[in-house]
């Protein structure tokens, strides 16, 4: 339990008979995937839940009364607006400020934030790790014929029995995805023509491709046929795209990308794991088939091999995206969104943030590196997809909106925080000097190999790295004041908008703030509307 306490020591005398019923008022109704991964995350579950069943006996600790009639009410108040990360993490009552009920709770309020005692001063934030969202949802928007991210055929094709078979590539895996497909009849809705901006006039000029109109030839096959895609190459590819190729890693990011990978294969060799190393492998096998997962949400992906479907490539028009190469059809596109977001990513986008969430209430040091790699690589892939919106906005959408799709990089960014938040509640202690390694046996680092506090303290020393908070440094010394950071040529019409101060783009933005010191929310992108 945390050390925090208030003027009156109210703080540990608040872990009372309702703190039971509050936290289950927060949690989720939907806990664990009902899917087979989901499965392997209730064995897991499980297994932690006798362990605390086990300390909680040993504790002696007596039955908690139940809830009277008010204190349901509040209960149920809490269930909607969540208890903040503060009391949760304690098992506390939130008790909610009555003249203002979404700011900042009681406990929040009149804990003392100059007691010795005090560990944690953080802000009162209702969010939990589970509500962080991490990949766009809602659909490409390329049809009409279903909703969202609905799994459907489409069925009015010109000839069933004409079916071919086609190669297309995202320019990441050395094994394109290989799927059968047939020629439809496309209806009001359906678009069929590939869209790109570029900069003439005042305004630009929008250009038009016309691409062939082929569908999947069946969703479900091809669903669980991509689904094993994404788990037999995800470790090869995070290899390729992140951890420095296949030459040794090049800076402190491919350095911790290509820790995940060979931690992961080591536990893979071994005959025999302990609880708590088959916990770690199945989160980090869950965490990388969900970054291959999230890499397929973003980039333009073309066809390879000799059936082209009729279409040639484009070497006329050097402004075209995919200039020299064959873009994949629309429809297929819609469908692979659909496929990859039903099959893989809310799967697995649920069983890591649930597992997340776990692991850091119940602090446990020997998983103290395993919370900062997967926010690590949480972080660093939200920059990443901003930069893909981005890049795709000027390709699209000209120069008045920063990103495509607005609310969607929105709710990423206030995820971003939500991650932040949990992150310096869950690590509270000062870091220690780099060349001080014996004191990380006294806190929470010493569940740590040497490897990988080494690996921390070079992330944390980075120069990448101290070059970002080195912002915040200043922005906190000069009154707000943030320097204009380089636009990001990626081609099309730059951005002109207001939001040009924050660099949320960049690789380390991110990533960065989880060694900022006193550490607050920063400023996220607001959405823009198109006037």
Known sequence: MDADSNADADADADVDADAEADADADADPDVHDASPAGAVQQESSSATAEEDAASSAASNKPRRSPLNPDQRKQAAETRKIKACTRCRMQ??????????????????????????????????????????????????????RWKGTEMRDVTDRINPKDIRTIKFTLGICEEPITVEVVAFQPQSGDVTARYWMVPDGELGVRKKKDLAHYCLFSIQKTADYFEEYIKKHAVNVMKLERAGGKGDPRDILERTYDYIIKRYQ????????????????KFLGHMIILWFAMRHSTG????????????????????????????????????????????????????????????????????????????????????????????????????SLRYSIPAFVESLHESCNNLLQHWHYFNCKAWPHPSEKDERYK???AGMSSTEFDLLMQARTDRAVQGQLDVWRRYKADNGHVTKPAPNDVGGRPYEGRQVFYDWDHPFYWVSQLFEEEWHPHATYQREYIE
């Open 91 to 144: 098992k506390m009552r939130c008790d909610p400020d009555p003249d203002d009920p979404m700011g900042a709770c009681i406990g929040c309020q009149t804990f003392s934030r100059t007691s010795k005692k005090t560990i944690h001063r953080m802000p009162c934030y209702r969010g939990k790790v589970t509500d962080a969202v991490l990949f766009r949802s809602g659909g490409l928007e390329l049809t009409k």
């Open 266 to 281: 080591d536990l893979s060799a071994r005959f025999e794991l302990t609880g708590n190393e088959e916990k770690e492998f």
């Open 300 to 399: 333009s992906s073309w066809l390879l091999g000799q059936e082209l479907l009729g279409m040639k490539p484009e070497t006329r028009d050097d402004t075209y995206p995919l200039f020299g190469k064959v873009s994949v059809p629309r429809m297929i596109l819609a469908q692979f969104d659909s496929i990859n977001h039903t099959r893989l990513l809310s799967k697995y986008g649920k069983l890591v943030l649930n597992e997340l969430e776990s692991i850091m209430s119940r602090n446990q040091p020997q998983h103290f590196f395993l919370v900062y790699a997967c926010m690590f690589m949480l972080l660093r892939e939200a920059s990443w997809i901003s930069e893909d919106r981005y890049r795709h906005a000027r390709n699209n959408l000209g120069q």
């Open 443 to 445: 806190g929470p680092l």
